[in-house]
């Protein structure tokens, strides 16, 4: 029902005018799975997208069943592991000695001190990975080396996952794309999902766009640094991993041990307070999730709530309690377009407003309550609006419309109208957004007075009326 929904409110014409051909959604509603994809092309439920980044998220699930099997611990350090060549080729002489201190913890929590933040991919040869750590040809990144000593801080490092990916093969014994086959996709049954390339049969995958009516040069990318950015899947199949992680934290016969699910979601030490990473996945006082987003054009977003099990510290305890998502919920979206993330933004923020889920200051990985304008939709716009109407600081203006509806203008330009916003709200708010532009303004009260947010590209401002 909420995906019926959501697409009278997102629809092809809507994402094909922003630059995206396609969105696939899935929902997870109190632990039951639904999926659609707006598009005027052919994807459908099945089709494949590259998970990207949440490839590192998928990844640390598999990490935390071999914890939880015993092959080994967060803390164990990784050197013993990792072949002489590879180190040989990666470490410089002045910092080598740095490597006794990499642990599984460092590495999934993007503290181990290494370099290479992301990888383009390759559309043509592609080189082992020990070329890629050493950065020897045809790599296209440089070394990964130490930019910072183990521990001391937090610097995402997708050269630290591909240690990671070299680690796992060693211990298990078997090519990186088998262990999280084994480890992972075969027992959560996600049937459409592959790290690495796609079968030679393949032809239900979405190809890569850098505008909704122009292909990328290619039509993906190959990643050798499978553990970073090698899934292949649909968010079917991602909120299928997100599922089992909240049963995890409900019971410890859940896919993992209940103490390893919470110490995989507990947000790691750091002073900078510009992370809210986990071991492999964001996570904060509501939610757990991670976005993605791979050359030449896809970019795409999931997340799950836990209830507030793990990080039960962070922040006001009444802004907590106030976010707090239920338990068994969640949402993935995926999209081929390198403009897609803007749009995913938008629905998140529309899923949220049709659920009635309590307004969130911030989601993971990067994703603010205020640096998006949300969709339009038509409807009733009240009078509670009128409170607000007037002139206000930097020279926008609320006013009212021949037709009794509100419309908002700046300086000496003519008024656009306003329709009200899919985005969630706190109690005795109001939001609309301007028909045809990227601006939305959010009414509320500072201090017992009425006062105005507005939202366009650049961010947004708190006005005074003047």
Same mark, same amino acid.
């Given at each position: 029902?909420?995906?019926?929904?959501?697409?009278?409110? %997102?629809?092809?014409?809507?994402?094909?005018?922003?630059?995206?051909?396609?969105?696939?959604?899935?929902?997870?509603?109190?632990?039951?799975?639904?999926?659609?994809?707006?598009?005027?092309?052919?994807?459908?439920?099945?089709?494949?997208?590259?998970?990207?980044?949440?490839?590192?998220?998928?990844?640390?699930?598999?990490?935390?069943?071999? %914890?939880?099997?015993?092959?080994?611990?967060?803390?164990?350090? &990784?050197?013993?592991?990792?072949?002489?060549?590879?180190?040989?080729?990666?470490?410089?002489?002045?910092?080598?000695? *740095?490597?006794?201190?990499?642990?599984?913890?460092?590495?999934?929590?993007?503290?181990?001190?290494?370099?290479?933040? $992301?990888?383009? +991919?390759?559309?043509?040869?592609?080189?082992? &990975?020990?070329?890629?750590?050493?950065?020897?040809?045809?790599?296209?990144?440089?070394?990964?080396?130490?930019?910072?000593?183990?521990?001391?801080?937090?610097?995402?490092?997708?050269?630290?996952?591909? %240690?990671?990916?070299?680690?796992?093969?060693? %211990?298990?014994?078997?090519?990186?794309?088998?262990?999280?086959?084994?480890?992972?996709?075969?027992?959560?049954?996600?049937?459409?999902?592959?790290?690495?390339?796609?079968?030679?049969?393949?032809?239900?995958?979405?190809?890569?766009?850098?505008?909704?009516?122009?292909?990328?040069?290619?039509?993906?990318? @190959?990643?050798?640094?499978?553990?970073?950015?090698?899934?292949?899947?649909?968010?079917?199949?991602?909120?299928?991993?997100?599922?089992?992680?909240?049963?995890?934290?409900?019971?410890?016969?859940?896919?993992?041990?209940?103490?390893?699910?919470?110490?995989?979601?507990?947000?790691?030490?750091?002073?900078?307070?510009?992370?809210?990473?986990? *071991?492999?996945? $964001?996570?904060?006082?509501?939610?757990?999730?991670?976005?993605?987003?791979?050359?030449?054009?896809?970019?795409?977003?999931?997340?799950?709530?836990?209830? $507030?099990?793990?990080?039960?510290? *962070?922040?006001?305890?009444?802004?907590?309690?106030?976010?707090?998502?239920?338990?068994?919920?969640?949402?993935? !979206?995926?999209?081929?377009?390198?403009?897609?993330?803007?749009?995913? @933004?938008?629905? !998140? +923020?529309?899923?949220?407003?049709?659920?009635?889920?309590?307004?969130?200051?911030?989601? &993971?990985?990067?994703?603010?309550?205020?640096?998006?304008?949300?969709?339009?939709?038509?409807?009733?716009?009240?009078?509670?609006?009128? @409170?607000?109407?007037?002139?206000?600081?930097? +020279?926008?203006?609320?006013?009212?419309?021949?037709?009794?509806?509100?419309?908002?203008?700046?300086?000496?330009?003519?008024?656009?109208?306003? !329709?009200?916003?899919?985005?969630?709200?706190?109690?005795?708010?109001?939001?609309?957004?301007?028909?045809?532009?990227?601006?939305?303004?959010?009414?509320?009260?500072?201090? $017992?007075?009425?006062?105005?947010?507005?939202?366009?590209?650049?961010?947004?401002?708190? *006005?005074?009326?003047?």
């Amino acid at each position: 029902m909420t995906l019926e929904r959501l697409t009278k409110i %997102v629809t092809a014409d809507t994402l094909h005018l922003a630059g995206v051909p396609s969105a696939s959604i899935a929902i997870l509603e109190d632990g039951k799975l639904s999926a659609t994809v707006i598009t005027n092309g052919t994807e459908n439920a099945e089709t494949l997208y590259q998970a990207c980044s949440i490839s590192k998220a998928i990844t640390s699930l598999a990490v935390a069943r071999l %914890v939880d099997d015993g092959h080994f611990s967060y803390d164990t350090r &990784v050197i013993q592991q990792i072949p002489r060549d590879v180190l040989a080729g990666m470490l410089e002489p002045s910092t080598a000695h *740095l490597m006794e201190y990499v642990t599984v913890r460092t590495l999934l929590s993007h503290t181990s001190g290494f370099s290479q933040h $992301g990888f383009p +991919g390759y559309s043509g040869e592609t080189p082992h &990975v020990a070329d890629v750590l050493s950065g020897n040809p045809p790599s296209n990144t440089p070394k990964v080396r130490f930019d910072s000593f183990p521990a001391a801080q937090f610097s995402y490092s997708g050269g630290g996952f591909t %240690v990671l990916q070299v680690f796992l093969e060693q %211990v298990m014994q078997r090519p990186f794309k088998d262990v999280m086959y084994e480890t992972v996709l075969k027992p959560l049954d996600m049937t459409r999902s592959s790290y690495g390339d796609l079968r030679a049969d393949e032809i239900n995958y979405a190809k890569a766009h850098l505008t909704a009516s122009t292909q990328a040069n290619v039509e993906y990318h @190959k990643f050798i640094e499978r553990a970073a950015a090698g899934l292949w899947t649909t968010p079917t199949d991602l909120l299928k991993a997100i599922a089992a992680v909240q049963e995890s934290l409900l019971s410890d016969s859940g896919f993992l041990k209940l103490p390893t699910a919470k110490e995989m979601l507990t947000q790691i030490p750091q002073d900078s307070g510009l992370t809210t990473m986990a *071991l492999g996945w $964001g996570s904060d006082a509501s939610v757990f999730g991670h976005s993605g987003d791979n050359d030449p054009g896809y970019q795409c977003y999931a997340f799950g709530a836990h209830g $507030g099990i793990v990080n039960a510290d *962070l922040g006001d305890e009444g802004m907590r309690e106030s976010s707090r998502l239920p338990l068994r919920n969640g949402l993935a !979206v995926m999209t081929n377009s390198a403009e897609g993330f803007k749009q995913i @933004k938008k629905i !998140v +923020g529309a899923v949220f407003f049709l659920k009635q889920w309590p307004r969130f200051q911030s989601l &993971v990985c990067g994703f603010g309550k205020a640096d998006f304008v949300p969709y339009g939709i038509p409807g009733k716009t009240g009078d509670e609006w009128r @409170k607000w109407a007037g002139r206000w600081d930097g +020279g926008w203006s609320l006013v009212e419309r021949r037709d009794g509806r509100p419309a908002l203008a700046f300086r000496d330009l003519p008024p656009q109208s306003l !329709v009200p916003a899919a985005m969630p709200l706190d109690a005795g708010e109001h939001m609309f957004v301007a028909h045809g532009l990227g601006v939305a303004v959010r009414m509320m009260w500072k201090d $017992g007075k009425p006062a105005m947010e507005v939202i366009q590209g650049g961010g947004a401002r708190i *006005l005074d009326p003047e």
